[in-house]
């Protein structure tokens, strides 16, 4: 007795076989104008992170729709020099995204890493770094007064916590790690010039008068290689890109027009006669 078919099995061999295809396969053709499956493989390429995990069937017929319509509507309307223009510095802005790309997709060499972490770190001595509180009070009687009264045994943290007008006066004066640069230059000058322990006498600065008390010292070290090799990666892409634009432009054919412009016709849109 012979095998019977399965339902399945006609089907299967009854499908028309998928010719071969490639970028030139067209899929639709609107007034005259071909769509291909290149267009399609090109348009996705660009799109956000999100659409490309679409499932397939979905996001192959919703960008042949969007060709197919943006395609009706270019037909709907007669182009004029802007649009044309408009394209070309459209097209040319792409091309150019697309080579810096290509450049940027290049590996980062760790010799230039290096290079580049010994140029900004490798002579660098670390800084000193300054853990310091202060009392701020509007005069420098009362701030006279103060710092007599902490150097004769008063609890630091409770006056600046009853008698500081400064916002860090809640925790006890406390202004934590800080490096050069980053206080008001008065303030930075009393401190380097202080022991660990020690109080200041008043110190005028834009915010007032402030006493200060030094509590410790630490010398800020450089970060290591690990620590910032995103940020020199970054920098030397950077840095190689610049030089491969500054190159390509150099064995351009470049002629610069000798006519004197005047910048500001830059926004006269009445030369694009539209």
């Not at 630091?156 to 790690?177: C, K």
């Amino acid at each position: 007795m012979k095998h019977l078919l399965t339902g399945a099995a006609i089907a299967l061999a009854l499908a028309t076989p998928l010719k071969a295809q490639d970028a030139s396969t067209v899929l639709a053709t609107v007034n005259g104008t071909e769509i291909t499956l290149g267009h399609l493989v090109a348009l996705r390429e660009r799109l956000p992170e999100q659409y490309q995990q679409m499932p397939d069937e979905a996001l192959y017929q919703g960008m042949l729709e969007q060709i197919i319509q943006q395609q009706a509507l270019v037909d709907s309307i007669e182009t004029t020099e802007t649009d044309q223009l408009a394209v070309d510095n459209e097209t040319r802005g792409l091309l150019a995204n697309r080579a810096m790309e290509r450049i940027a997709a290049e590996p980062v060499d760790d010799a230039a890493v290096q290079a580049a972490y010994d140029a900004q770190f490798g002579s660098a001595e670390g800084g000193t770094e300054y853990n310091a509180s202060h009392i701020l009070v509007e005069t420098e009687e009362e701030a006279q007064a103060i710092a007599e009264e902490v150097r004769g045994g008063a609890d630091f943290a409770e006056v600046a916590r009853e008698r500081s007008t400064g916002p860090s006066g809640p925790n006890g004066g406390e202004l934590g790690w800080f490096g050069a640069g980053m206080m008001v230059p008065e303030f930075e000058e009393a401190v380097a010039g202080m022991e660990p322990g020690s109080v200041s006498d008043p110190i005028q600065t834009q915010f007032g008068w402030h006493v200060i008390r030094l509590n410790e010292t630490r010398q800020q070290e450089a970060p290591s290689l690990d620590e910032v090799r995103a940020e020199l990666e970054a920098q030397v892409q950077g840095q190689r890109l610049q030089e491969e634009v500054t190159r390509l432009v150099s064995e351009a054919d470049v002629t610069r027009s000798e006519e004197e412009i005047d910048p500001s016709v830059i926004r006269d849109d009445s030369l694009l006669g539209n």
